[in-house]
Nanobody, 130 residues
Framework: QVKLVESGGGSVQPGGSLTLSCDAS????????MGWIRQGPGKGPQPVAR???????KYIDSVKGRFTISQDNAKKILYLQMNSLEPADTAMYYC????????????????????????WGQGTQVTVSS
């Protein structure tokens, strides 16, 4: 059974940094797309960053240059390094994995359906406020 476990959330002031981790060791397929999806108060899920089994990374514009997604292939851990955090980044952050790279998008009409088809963790809360 696939189980993803996130950690690393917390409360920080604007401009601060956090690194989220996702233990994906129970996911054993070789081809995948993994991502971080956030859901702010009163908002729908928003994929923000993804990395696939070829190592290709993508970000939404609002986090480019501030967030870095990476993975430890040996330990099967997904990371999200978040710098220069803003109040708008406040959300529950979920990691998710889907068993294909085809159609792995962050935005567009099929993006939400793509991620909904995968496995999700329970989430970790990030709060940015002064």
């Amino acid at each position: 059974q696939v189980k993803l476990v996130e950690s690393g959330g917390g409360s920080v002031q604007p401009g601060g940094s956090l690194t989220l981790s996702c233990d994906a060791s129970t996911y054993t397929r070789n081809f995948y797309c993994m991502g971080w999806i956030r859901q702010g108060p009163g908002k729908g899920p928003q994929p923000v960053a993804r990395i696939d089994s070829d190592g290709e990374r993508k970000y939404i514009d609002s986090v480019k240059g501030r967030f870095t997604i990476s993975q430890d292939n040996a330990k099967k851990i997904l990371y999200l390094q978040m710098n220069s955090l803003e109040p708008a980044d406040t959300a529950m952050y979920y990691c998710a994995v889907v068993g294909t790279r085809v159609g792995c998008a962050l935005e567009g009409p099929r993006a939400h359906a793509f991620w909904r088809a995968g496995y999700w963790g329970q989430g970790t809360q990030v709060t940015v406020s002064s």
